[in-house]
């Protein structure tokens, strides 16, 4: 697994540890600086990108990973597997997400 993916996934308890944020993009820019990385991110950056951003409205609202899984009718693990871009996400699952913060969702493509 790429340096990325393990440390995304224990960017949460970095963060707690030193108290410290790290804004997101300086810490992908300097990832992606590592071919292997930037292979894995080509290839798996939107999940990455839309597993960040679940995290932090989940965060903004101070609210835990077992109350989103309640709100959302699902297990704690499964949100768990959301904020760390291991769950392939469906638009129905992300409608929910959208629901559950109040917010629009928002898909398009772009040439």
Do not use: H, W
């Not at 989940?58 to 904020?83: G, H, I």
């Not at 871009?85 to 638009?91: A, R």
């Amino acid at each position: 697994m790429p340096s990325i993916t393990k440390n995304y996934m224990n960017r949460t308890r970095i963060i707690k540890k030193n108290k410290k944020a790290v804004d997101f993009q300086e810490y992908l820019n300097r990832q992606l600086k590592n071919q292997a990385v930037k292979k894995y991110y080509d290839e798996y950056g939107k999940q990455l990108e839309i597993a960040y951003q679940i995290l932090q409205l989940r965060q903004q609202q101070k609210m835990s990973q077992t109350e989103l899984a309640r709100r959302l009718k699902t297990k704690q693990s499964n949100v768990a597997r959301m904020e760390t871009g291991q769950q392939n996400f469906t638009t129905d699952t992300l409608q929910k997400v959208a629901d559950v913060f109040k917010c629009q969702l928002k898909v398009e493509f772009v040439k």
